[in-house]
Every structure is written in structure tokens, then in C-alpha cells.
């Protein structure tokens, strides 16, 4: 290994705490120096096909021209400035654009810092909500088991409380109401029953519940589900015959990933509040938006506080909200919505070899999506190496080796990223 790599990493182990990871890391990273299209360039010249957008982030691959020149002449008038009695045109502009490509009434935005801050942010909206409602009692949350909504303090509450992280935490988490998984899977013929647990939680507790928090037909990193669209229409009507808010996290949902737009579109409904992240910034800048109705700002005004208790330091960050406004430009031209399809199709054909392997619980595709399930977690330490070496860039969890490339993957590395994960995980069955 090259000296000055090999120092790099040294420095690596010795200082930097990686997400998820012992300090020092259990295992090197691999060094990535730059990035291009769906590719990722290592410190040692290797190239590697990237399957993860930087975890749904960069939809429209890396270095893409327009984001790169958006960012640049941003730079050029001012990186930041405090949003607390200013406003400026990229964070302006991009919560129009936003609105109106949301489904309506949503209608307002608050800009965050993060997915996880979002979360935080619209879970504050529905309990200030219902203070300014003068009904403060409702002050707790029901979330759907196999969530993931972030890690910091109140988007891990409303995680999975078995495999999110609540056992390690339950000491210091608030105790919020669960229930199972939607039942019908994505595809499945649809059956009512699959909604008794909701129904039952909301007529009991519904007096105490601000709002229903959910991932709209794909669970995430809680345990890549895909269910039934009807599960959401029938959760829209229980929320409103219950007087219960619903907050939709489309944070990997959002800007075309699914097929749609958002997630919300394949059921057709409205949610009283929305949070977005991710893909927001075409994956080159992290930034969240909360969107809400207008009937949800004028329950937040209404009382309790009286305001939105809520403002990070890099609020709406200029640099951030103009290459988000560059994104969405390259969203709203459409050509996502072909190039999703081509990947669902691809990506349905190039891993059903997984199929076959008696280690492989189940193969799932939707949209830009693509998920192998084995029956058993898989060995890290080993499969994270072969499938570098296979030239492609995966990063497992558990029994789970899932793929989403950046929109703009072209067709021969699609087939080569779903041939290596197809190899890879035939050669390494679980222990
Ligand atoms: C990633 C994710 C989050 C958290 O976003 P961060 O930017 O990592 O804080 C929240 N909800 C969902 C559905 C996510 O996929």
C-alpha cells in the first residue's frame, strides 16, 4: 500500500469515529478521493460502482454539472447567513418549489438540518399543534414497528423498539404507542383486517395521541419493507376520524426513488405534515424540510408558546437551498420517472438470481429499490471486502443486501452492480 494512503488510514484509526462503528473501527474504510456519475474513484485508483447514492442521497449522481455550477455561484455571493429575521432568495424560491410539488394542502416549510432534525421538528409541530388546540394531553405518538425516522433522541422514540435502539435506550427514550408492521405486503391482494391494530390503538388512546408517524410504503433502515398503498388511505381516514395528526417521513421516499414523486402519491393522500431530506440536495448538502398545512401553522400560533419552538444555527443554509433548488430544476425536467422504471426493471431481472439460493429469504424490488433478504445476518468482515473486489460499492445490514443507485447509473453498471451482488452474495452464506 502506498505510504501516504496507508498514513491516512493510520490517522483514520487512531482519531475518527465512524457511523455505527467501534472507536477505533472494527474494520479499515476504503478511501474514496473523488466521484463521478454513479462511480466512486479510491485512494489506490480503483473504481467502484456505487449502489447506495450515499444513502438515497445523490440522485443525480456526483459532480453533476448544474448542481456543481449552482453551488459555485452561490459561493460567490455568500455561503451562509442566519435565518432569524432574514430570509434570502435560494431559501425562498426553494420552499415555493417545494410546495408545489407537494401534494396539497400542504402549503408552508420550515427548513432543518438534517433528516433527523426534520423529524424532530414535525413531531414538535403536531404536539404544539394540539397545545395551541388547547388539547395539551395529546402529547404522544403512534408509530409502526420496522420504522426508521433518525438517531437522534426523538426520531430514535419513534424507531423500531426491537431492532431501532430503544432496548438500549429505554431508560431515556419517551414511551410512544406501536403498531405491527403493516401486514399486507407490497403487491399482495389488499385485506381490511390489516388495519384492526391502528383502529384499536386510536380508539383507546386517541384522546392522547398527537399524530401517526410513518414512512409511507417503504420502510427504510428499519428493515427495507414495502406494503400496501391502502394501508395508508385507511391510516389518512383513521387519523382524521380519530382527531389524530399524520406525519409522513419521506426523507428516503422523497424525489422519485419509489416511482413516485412522494411516496404518498401511490396512495393518493395528503399528510397534515411532511418531512424531506436525503435527496433533497441531490445528496450534496445535508438539509431537511418540514412541510405542513396551513391549519397545522395556525394551530402552532394559536397557543401554548405561540410560536414554533425551533431554530438550528444553519437554518436554511444559502448554499444548501440553491444546489437544492438545482436538483429539484433536474427533478421537475422528469426524466427520473424513466429512469426509475428502467432501474425497477433491471434491477427486478439482474438479483431474481438470488431466488434461488437457500440462504435468500426473499428478493424485492420497487422502483429504484432493490433488496436481497437472506435468512440470516450476514458476516460483514467478509462481505463488505468481496464485494469491493467485485468493483461495486454495497453497504449490508443485517440479514439485509439492498442496492439504490443515483438515477443517472447507466445501464451496463446496473447490470454489473446486480451481477456482483448476485455473486457475492452466493459465494458468502450467512454463518
Ligand atoms: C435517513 C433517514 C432519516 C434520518 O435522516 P438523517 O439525515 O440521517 O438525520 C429519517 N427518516 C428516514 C426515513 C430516513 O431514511
Known amino acids: 500500500m502506498d505510504p501516504a494512503l496507508r498514513h491516512l488510514l493510520e490517522l483514520d484509526r487512531q482519531h475518527v469515529w465512524h457511523p455505527y462503528a467501534t472507536m477505533p473501527a472494527a474494520m479499515p474504510p476504503v478511501v474514496v478521493e473523488s466521484a463521478q456519475g454513479a462511480r466512486l474513484r479510491l485512494a489506490d485508483g480503483r473504481e467502484l460502482i456505487d449502489g447506495m447514492a450515499s444513502w438515497w442521497a445523490v440522485i443525480h449522481g456526483y459532480r453533476h454539472p448544474e448542481l456543481d455550477a449552482a453551488i459555485t455561484r452561490q459561493l460567490s455571493r455568500m455561503a451562509h447567513v ?3 429575521g432574514i430570509t434570502h432568495e435560494p431559501a425562498v424560491l426553494l420552499a415555493r418549489e417545494l410546495v408545489e410539488l407537494a401534494p396539497e394542502p400542504l402549503s ?30 395529546k402529547c404522544r405518538l403512534v408509530a409502526l414497528r420496522g420504522g426508521y425516522h433518525g438517531d437522534t433522541l426523538g426520531a430514535m422514540s419513534v424507531c423500531d423498539p426491537e431492532n431501532g435502539m430503544h432496548a438500549h435506550f429505554a431508560r ?22 390489516a388495519m384492526a391494530a391502528l383502529e384499536e390503538v386510536l380508539a383507546r388512546h386517541g384522546s392522547e395521541i398527537a399524530a401517526l408517524v410513518l414512512e409511507p410504503v417503504v ?29 409522513a417521513d ?29 435527496a433533497l440536495t441531490g445528496g450534496y448538502l445535508t438539509l431537511g424540510a418540514v412541510l405542513a398545512t396551513a391549519a397545522v401553522a395556525q394551530g402552532v400560533n394559536a397557543g401554548g408558546p405561540g410560536c414554533l419552538m425551533h431554530g438550528p444555527t444553519f437554518m436554511a443554509n444559502p448554499l444548501a437551498c440553491a444546489v437544492a433548488r438545482a436538483s429539484l430544476e433536474l427533478v421537475r425536467q422528469g426524466g427520473w420517472r424513466q429512469a426509475v422504471s428502467r432501474m425497477e426493471a433491471l434491477l427486478r431481472e439482474g438479483l431474481a438470481p438470488c431466488q434461488d439460493l437457500p440462504h435468500v429469504a426473499e428478493v424485492r424490488v420497487l422502483g429504484g429499490i432493490g433488496v436481497v433478504e437472506l435468512t440470516a445476518p450476514v458476516h460483514m468482515a467478509v462481505i463488505q471486502p468481496a464485494l469491493v473486489h467485485a468493483g461495486v460499492w454495497v453497504r449490508p445490514f443485517g440479514r439485509l443486501v439492498y442496492v439504490m443507485p443515483p438515477y443517472v447509473i447507466s445501464e451496463e453498471d446496473l447490470v454489473h452492480l446486480c451481477q456482483a451482488v448476485v455473486a457475492v452474495v452466493a459465494a458468502h452464506p450467512p454463518a
Open 219 to 247: 420502510q427504510g433502515a428499519g428493515g427495507m419493507y414495502f406494503y400496501h398503498p391502502q394501508f395508508l388511505r385507511a391510516a389518512r381516514r383513521l387519523c382524521d376520524a380519530f382527531d389524530v395528526l399524520l406525519i
Open 82 to 84: 442566519m435565518f432569524g
Open 108 to 137: 408552508v416549510v420550515f427548513f432543518a438540518d438534517s433528516g433527523s432534525v426534520a423529524m424532530e421538528v414535525a413531531m414538535k409541530m403536531a404536539f404544539q399543534y394540539w397545545m395551541g388546540r388547547g388539547r395539551p394531553e
Open 172 to 193: 431515556i427514550l419517551p414511551q410512544h404507542l406501536f403498531v405491527p408492521r403493516p401486514a399486507v405486503p407490497w403487491g399482495a391482494p389488499w385485506d381490511d383486517q
Open 250 to 278: 419521506e426523507i428516503a421516499t422523497g424525489f422519485g426513488r419509489t416511482g413516485r414523486m412522494f411516496a404518498c402519491e401511490h396512495a393518493g393522500i395528503s399528510p397534515d405534515i411532511m418531512a424531506v431530506g436525503k
